[in-house]
């Protein structure tokens, strides 16, 4: 049901998505994330990480007018790229006009992509408030870039666009509660004219003021992110810290002689901040800040700076 036409010129930049960013409107899915934010414990043997309530769901269909009962479904949208919405800028830039926002006024709804590379900008997500007249605050718009391994929640009432498909097509597995009253379902709202400005360019890793583990990864211009990726691996596969150091979410162990190995915390959370895992990269610095004492200290104090700003 469209519950109204609204005039506006308003232009915003979207930003990448975390689950700090969008908590106002729902909850994201992000492993890179909540791998060190949420409750988790071993499962299947050893071979998997169980992470809990990882983005609310829910109804409130009790308090619908009508007073019909809501069934919880699993949909799937097989989402085009809206071409003729989008428009090329300048250094890749690029502009999509959004035209409708709708909401689901007594239910979540949870995107899970599917078949995209976990690394590719897949979709954007664009959100707004609820004004006291029950329509969208279309000065709180907001739009946030989302990679093929992020799922998002809406949560019930929020007011959001069609989901917009970047670069190819995506499928996405939908969960939400209906019962089957257009109104109560899902009402929209229509737009004159509201930009969005964004980048399928994945964002370029940005250089810390310290050496990357004594050595010299850096992405070249120019260099592809998987080119990058491969070479950053390589590098820790081989470096000459430690073969051995992966990746660590705790206290680094001590070593034989019971000493620190201080390189292989600086290490580990310079690879984690440079595989873009933020987070990962904080926890493991404030997990051993104590520990840490001279240089060292003033270096993951940069690194954990940095990282905060990421995430």
Not at 70 to 85: E, G, I, K, Q, V
Not at 118 to 123: I, P
Not at 240 to 257: C, E, K, L, W
């Amino acid at each position: 049901m469209v519950l109204a036409t609204l005039k506006t010129d308003i232009k915003v930049t979207a930003e990448p998505i975390t689950p700090e960013r969008f908590a106002r409107y729902g909850g994201v899915i992000s492993s890179a994330h909540q791998l060190a934010s949420v409750k988790s414990e071993s499962a299947n043997y050893g071979t998997a990480v169980k992470l809990f309530k990882v983005s609310p769901i829910g109804s409130t269909f009790e308090n619908a007018p009508s007073g019909k009962r809501a069934t919880c479904n699993w949909n799937m949208f097989r989402c085009s790229p809206p071409n003729h919405l989008i428009e090329e800028g300048e250094n890749g830039v690029k502009k999509y006009t959004s035209k409708v926002l709708e909401r689901h006024p007594f239910s979540t709804q949870t995107f899970v992509p599917m078949g995209r590379s976990r690394n590719d900008v897949a979709y954007l997500v664009i959100v707004a408030p609820t004004a006291s007249d029950g329509l969208p605050d279309l000065s709180g718009l907001e739009a946030f870039i989302v990679k093929g391994d992020q799922a998002v929640t809406y949560g019930a009432g929020t007011w959001h666009a069609p989901m917009v498909a970047l670069g190819d097509v995506v499928d996405f597995a939908v969960l939400i509660h209906e019962n089957g009253v257009a109104n109560e379902d899902c009402q929209e709202v229509y737009l004159d004219t509201a930009l969005v400005e964004f980048s399928e360019n994945p964002e370029t890793v940005p250089a810390l003021s310290t050496n990357h583990a004594n050595g010299k990864v850096r992405q070249r211009k120019g260099q592809s992110e998987e080119a990058w990726q491969k070479e950053l691996d390589n590098f820790h596969e081989s470096g000459p810290i430690n073969q051995s150091a992966t990746y660590f979410d705790g206290p680094v162990d001590m070593n034989v002689q019971g000493k620190l190995d201080m390189n292989r915390i600086k290490y580990a959370a310079e690879k984690q901040y440079y595989l873009r895992n933020y987070a990962q990269a904080v926890r493991i610095i404030e997990a051993n800040a104590a520990k840490v004492k001279g240089k060292l200290a003033h270096d993951l104090e940069i690194i954990r700076r940095a990282a905060r700003a990421r995430f």
